[in-house]
């Protein structure tokens, strides 16, 4: 029988820390925190593996999983005294998700369970407010999660009672009062689901225990999970757990908070709590909690015990921890620890001060920052001396600049988005149906809610601006405005966000870039240090060149020289070369072409000073450059002294079927070669010059699209002819590189052949995976999203290289390659260059570099040094 | 040192018919004749290796095959007690090609080298006329062939002389008239060239051996050997051999001979000779030569040495010989024997005759006809002897024979064809909605598209004639006829199409019926015997399987469903469920395509009797099935109840950039799964009916394009629910089969994964290629042919299977299959399945089974038996 129910609690938990993948994090740290002697309620978690049973066997329990769950219930009422059922002294519980990795408000919470009309007396004795008050909570929240009973149903009640006893806040009600509310709730139950509410705790537990399992595959989670590229199958766990009320009496209260600023990484205790609460008070944003340092004034004990945890949990976890407790009548209780969320920021300056703390070494504190995170920090910023019109101040809760539009629902956000508006999503608050909007919004501003909020959550999560608890801001959704100290914004209205100070500033403000410097420059410094993989960008022009260089670029991977055809009046002379009839016609067209290639690639040496680049030659389907309309194309036969019917005629006679698999790449050399010998020509004539300047430039050329080492050999042979034909001219002598995209299968299945003729592969995986899959990025929109949906695809294979397939042809490629070649330099240079992951299977595999947009450059360096660490070689 | 020279004759030659490959075909023959003692002029053989070298080397010959061409020279002098450019007795040379196989015409022969103004004299003692006329013969020759003087200057001049001498025939010439034109022929050399006709018949030797060499890369040979499929780098050896003359006396003569009759294969000895001539005059045809049976009144002796001989031959290469003998002053000497080339018919015959008499068993006459070649068989044919009005040749795309009067529609062509006339479909290209017009049709002439265009492929697909790419043939529309050079051809005029020439004649054409009997059955049940692969075709209608069965078909290995959706009315109801708003609308609409789709299946089952049907659910992208006019666009609507503008936004949304790889296949059925789900009911419905009524069918369903094995489990679980309940429904049990086509790179790289969910495989390599190489077969055309001029590619890559890449992922597809699934049937159903080398490479790989077009049934049997005879598993 397999173990289904870990017990935790009372310093002897059967789980531990690094059992997260069985126990949730949630459950693992409960364990791990009891094992070393800190209080929390004693409990047990149910694994994910009985998820993954739950749904793949219909929705039921697995065998042995009831008797399991019994003896742990008898376990924690071993440790309690209390009894599950008991009308004397009774045991409750909460019962919560725990996946993974956190997936804040995704999934179901019930609390208070085990309540029923036998076990309320024994709250009853104790305080019969917080009896009634308690079960009437407990019935709309199983109502709601557990058998999807309307919550505006229960609240209505509770309107209709307040308004009755003409009181105005929940708290005024009177004990009898909310008893005759949990009658009135019970009601609303039985005659929305036809059925009494459940008198019996076991079936109460089995109910929530599966609303939790259920709620695992909810829209909203399952969208979390696409866009934070979590498993559907990993499953959740789920914690059973005794209660402990942070709302009993006024000696309680509950709080949640960081062992560090996760904004801004400074070492200082931070956080918020609220007296006489129970913990959804304090996210749910409806009180403004207090500062966590007021706490040390109004129960010193309790918060010098809260202090001596905090710090031995980040001695024992080694990191900054995000912690929730609970205070029930003066006993501190911790209800959760886990790894802190925080910005690249924070996340960059906890690192680098934990080495100097020597918590942590170098080589952890590389793992520590999410290569992706640091995008957050490579993006403009609000400029300090941007003197905008301050219309209020919130909460900093996600740093970086926002400049958007306003709008004021999610749909809204998304809506605009996909028509190309910048927005920022304004709010009360945010729940998580808003997952979508927040994500196409440039930031979120919301009136309500504090650093822990939904929204300051979510938003830190996905590195996306944010300013929460603006409370100045009044919204009137039915007017589609708000309006903050008198000044009314309207939907469409400009405004910016600066989410590192809180401030909200009507219309745009100025941006400025970013920099790398201090702990990002000492943590970038330690990455150079252990990674193996070397970082090149990809840049067609000398000033993304030179951004890639400030960003730590080591060479140029990929210059893709067909964006120079389309500046200025150079499209003229590609467009005669096109529509030439003649090979002395072409060769004239390109003629005209020859002194601005050079140019381009004169200037683009200058900004590499000398670091590599590699050119690749014209690459897509001829096409895509000539004139399409009426006018352009007589516009062109004026030009060549044709017929308008001539120049639509050779236009027409380049359409093709699939441009992808068409006439383009070494295919247009083999049927024109004086094309790349125009190129070749360009690229050594800008090598000569400089060298001779002093420069000392070693042009890699890059040969793409080929499928067979014949036809690299006859491009290559003439491409080569020309290069030494000019170092001749020029009367010098230096070193050059041929090399080929590989980004056809059949070029990765005969790679050993390749690599005989080849100084370089540059993988293009873009167009690999497109062939190796068979689908057409331009195309595959239409059909991808039910590929998600429907679990065929866990995520965009054009932006995670699909290591099972597409990486078995690019492995295949390298062992083939370097059998033949075995000096061969091996890079990649699709859109995946710059992904983590992907950067991971790239030293794994033996590559040499990657090569990803500049702006990719600082992460992709960072996943390098992350796969070294990981991965010796 | 190489040994680049081999010697023959005597007796005692250095080399053996099984050297072919070094010596060519014409020069190991030439050594084993005189190995076995058949009287062959000495001489030596230059190999093809020096070929190789002589191109690799810009041209110029190897180290040290100067002194061993001397070498051979004095043995051959040694032989023959001539001596090279004595002027008493001189040895002569003819010096020829010779490649691995005969490429007959293709390349260039100079004779009675060695003659110079000293050794003319040698010859002149003999015979005086003989000897001008032999110099006059090798001046002209030699200009011609080794410095390219235009031999109409010698022509010219000799018609001259012949004038002025009032004579019609060359041989009316008197030696002194010869004599002079010697001189003039000398002077027109001069001028032509700017050198004296060369004198030392060392330099004429290397003149000549090197225009051997050059004529090995002229553009006819290099045109043969891609229409012969002949490697370019095999080179031609050079055979240097002793001149014998025909024309000496009249006791001399030439002629050529086969051991049996080429066209029939009747067992008779069958060639022509003519006395007092040179080998050219008989094939020149500028004398009618005798039948051979001739030579045995005209010279008893030499015909009984000559039958002997033949005898010999045969019984010693056991195979029928092409033989090329020479009587010199009564004396016999054969020239050339090989395996002589012959008619399909003849092929067939003489491999079975020869296994009846003994030389040969049974696996050696499976070895003995081409596959190919059977094509000839099976076909209508033009009568050879028509003799017709060539109106314009295209590409011989389908072979066959059509004659019939000219429509332009397939409308028209299906409403002409219920009227019971003949038609024959002109289109500038067809598309799938011609389907139905071209199954009426007697065949298609396209003026655009290749070999592999769609015109192409569905008649080969329908055994129809086509000649498609008739670049010539401009339509008209509007005036419904064709222009071509000049002749107006109106609807309703006859033509004739040959298909296996690719001729389009005007008029009616005689045809002759093929046969498929006798001999032709006997080879094909030694072909069934020896095999181990199975056959099958590939057939969408009744009509095609029944023909395939015919002709040995063991099942169909595809059914492609969507050809079933041009038929009739159901192109509206495919319309009606593509242009559905939602699933409802859908589901009707593909219950109204149920019937017909049961009844396709019924008649197909019924059809095949019980032999595995493989049944491919859709696959084209839907955008080939809407409407695309205006009008068809409004009749739709109006059938829909939309507007027209609805209709083409929805067939515009449909568009898209490479259809090639977009939403089609089993991605339809992801995003639809209803559509396969109908195709399965129809399915089983018709299984279900018929095998209540006692058939025994195994319906095998096949998913295409399935890249993933959760792409192939999602729309599995689908359709087999739907057989389930259909079993169910119909209360019966039977085997059923759920299989997937493998032609996406990422599905033979996964096949592991797949393999588990798959009851077969079945390599779809068109699509496989298409993306294996990045090549769009529908736009290939623009480029392919530069490929194979530039010889980057050797042959058609859609007809031939490539080895090297596609075959290596077919090879890794049936191993990773295999590694999970060991009882999984692997077939393939590319256009490759017909093809001879790619049956052999589904043998040695170890497929189950082939499948193509009815027509190469026949020929993927031999084949499949050629390649188990040749590698025994």
Known sequence: MSKFVYFFGDGHSEGKADMRNLLGGKGANLAEMSNIGIPVPPGFTITTDVCTIYYANEKKWPEGLKEQVKEAVAKVEATTGKKFGDPENPLLFSVRSGARVSMP??????????????????????????????????????????????????????????????????????????????????AIYKKATGEDF???????????????????????????????????????????????????????????????????????????????????????????????????????????????????????????????????????YMLQTRNGKRTAAAAVRIAVEMVDEGLIDEKT????????????????????????????????????????????????????????????????????????????????????????????????GMGKCCVSGAGDVKVDFAKRTFNVGGTEVKEGDWISLNGTT???????????EPQVAGDFATLMGWADKYRQVGVRTNADTPEDALRARE?????????????????????????????????????????????????????????????PVTIRLLDPPLHEFVPHTDQEQAQMAKKMGRTKEEVKAKVDSLEEFNPMLGHRGCRLAVTYPEIYEMQARAIMEAACELNKEG????????????????????????????????????????????????????????ANEIAKEADFFSFGTN??????????????????????DKKILTSDV????????????????????KSTNPGIKLGICGEHGGDPATVEFCHKVGLTYVSCSPFRVPIAKLAAAQAAVKNPR
């Not at 996600?398 to 988005?417: D, H, I, K, L, M």
């Not at 036809?711 to 491409?719: C, H, N, P, Q």
Request: charged content about 25%; overall charge negative.
């Open 695 to 750: 420069y000392d430039i070693v042009p890699e050329i890059m040969i793409p699209l080929v499928g067979d080492v014949k036809e690299l050999s006859y491009v290559k042979d003439r491409v080569e002819k020309v290069v030494k034909d000019t170092l001749s001219d020029y009367g010098v002598s230096f070193g050059y590189q041929i090399g080929t995209m590989i980004e056809i299968p059949r070029a990765c299945l005969t």
């Open 105 to 186: 408000g995704m999934m179901d919470t019930v609390l208070n369970l085990g309540l029923t009309d036998t076990t309320i007396k024994g709250l009853e004795k104790q305080n019969a407010r917080f009896a009634y008050d308690s079960y009437r909570r407990f019935i709309q929240m199983y109502g709601d999660v557990v058998r999807g009973v309307d919550h505006d149903l229960f609240e209505e009640a509770i309107e209709k009672a307040k308004n009755e006893a003409g009181v105005n806040n929940d708290s005024e009600l009177t004990p009898e009062q909310l008893n005759v509310l949990v009658a009135e709730y019970k």
């Open 767 to 788: 167009d690999l995976t497109q062939m190796t899959y068979g689908f057409s990025r331009d195309d595959a929109g239409s059909f991808i999203k039910d590929y998600i």
């Open 551 to 611: 960003f730590g670029a080591e060479g140029i991977g990929l210059c893709r020289t067909e964006h120079m055809f389309f500046k200025g009046d150079r499209i003229i002379s590609i467009r005669k070369m096109i529509l030439s009839n003649t090979e002395a016609e072409r060769r004239s067209a390109l003629d005209e072409l020859l002194p601005y290639q050079k140019d381009d690639f004169t200037e683009l040496f200058k900004a590499m000073k000398g670091l």
């Open 198 to 332: 459940p008198q019996d705790p076991w079936t109460q537990l089995e109910g929530a225990v599966n609303a939790v399992f259920n709620s695992w595959d909810t829209d909203r989670a399952i969208k979390y999970r696409q866009l934070n590229n979590i498993p559907g199958n990993w499953g959740t766990a789920v914690n059973v757990q005794t209660m402990v009320y942070g709302n009993l009496n006024d000696s309680s209260g509950t709080g949640v908070a960081f062992t560090r600023n996760p904004a801004t990484g400074e070492n200082v205790f931070y956080g918020e709590y609220l007296m006489k609460a129970q913990g959804e008070d304090v996210v749910a944003g409806i009180r403004t909690p207090h500062e966590i340092a007021d706490l040390k004034e109004e129960m010193p004990v309790i918060y010098a015990e809260l202090e001596a945890i905090y710090h031995k949990l980040e001695q024992h976890y080694k990191d900054m921890q995000d912690i929730e407790f609970t205070i029930e009548d003066n006993k501190l």
């Open 502 to 512: 809180g401030e909200v500033f009507k219309g745009q403000a100025d941006l400025i």
């Open 798 to 817: 054009f932006a995670t290289l699909d290591q099972t397939g597409v990486g078995a042809l690019v492995e295949v490629a390298v062992e083939k390659g």
């Open 365 to 460: 504190a590389v793992l520590r920052v999410g290569p992706e995170q640091l995008d957050q920090l490579l993006h403009p910023m609000i400029d300090p001396n941007f003197k905008g019109d301050v219309l209020t101040k919130g909460l900093p809760a996600s740093p970086g600049a926002a400049v958007g539009r306003v709008v004021f629902t999610a749909q809204e956000a998304e809506e605009w988005n996909n028509k190309g508006e910048k927005v920022v999503l304004v709010r009360v608050e945010t729940s998580p149906e808003d997952i979508g909007g927040m994500a196409s919004a440039q930031g979120i501003l919301t009136a309500r809610g504090g650093m822990t909020s939904h929204a300051a959550v979510v938003a830190r």
